[in-house]
């Protein structure tokens, strides 16, 4: 990318991302653990409120592609997509 700021930043991202993948499993594991396990696949207000400020990243290397892709195209806007509204995941610029 050649672009030390934005690779610091995506670094960053990626390292927030990754721990709050551990603090989700640590989260599922405990209602697991006391039985109040979400069934089905429908969430909890307590599920709703945990997953409200987490961040679904995609892999590096899938992230990395959807920039150069976005940037071979010129796009002037990008929509983020899929698990936004079911998970709560923060929307980020490219």
Sequence with gaps: MNDPALEALLER???????????????????????????????????????????????RDKAQFCYLLCRALRARRTVPSGSMNTCGARGRPL
């Design 13 to 59: 991202l990626h390292e927030e991302s990754n721990a709050q993948v551990d603090d989700t499993r640590a989260y599922f594991d405990r209602r697991v653990q006391e039985g109040t396990r979400v069934r089905n696949s429908a969430l909890d207000d307590s599920a709703h409120r945990f997953l409200s400020d987490k961040m679904v990243a995609l892999d």
